[in-house]
Nanobody, 123 residues
């Protein structure tokens, strides 16, 4: 059973930066598709970014050029660096993973394992 734990959320002013991290219970990231997704109050969960087993990343249009997803294999984490934050980025952010292979993109239906979420608030 894979357990994921997010960290790094918080409150920041518009234009600021935050770095989220997702740790896993085992060394899964070499084989996993890992995504970052978010859900704002009253809205559906949406994909933000994903990174596949080869380290190839993809992003939602709304965050391209501002967010960067990366793997830190030494520390067994997947990180999401968020720059130039906007109030509309305010949401609960989740990391998620799937180990079945195939296409890797940030859509909620793709993932089997989820973290508990970390809140990001931009004012």
């Amino acid at each position: 059973h894979v357990q994921l734990v997010e960290s790094g959320g918080g409150s920041v002013q518009a234009g600021g930066s935050l770095r989220l991290s997702c740790g896993a219970s085992g060394s899964i990231y070499g084989d996993a598709c890992v995504g970052w997704l978010r859900q704002a109050p009253g809205k559906e969960r949406e994909g933000v970014a994903a990174i596949d087993s080869d380290g190839i990343a993809s992003y939602a249009d709304s965050v391209k050029g501002r967010f960067t997803v990366s793997k830190d294999n030494a520390n067994n984490t997947v990180n999401l660096m968020m720059n130039s934050l906007k109030p509309e980025d305010t949401a609960m952010y989740y990391c998620a993973a799937q180990l079945r292979g195939g296409y890797c993109y940030a859509h909620p239906s793709l993932y089997d394992y989820w973290g508990q979420g970390t809140q990001v608030t931009v004012s």
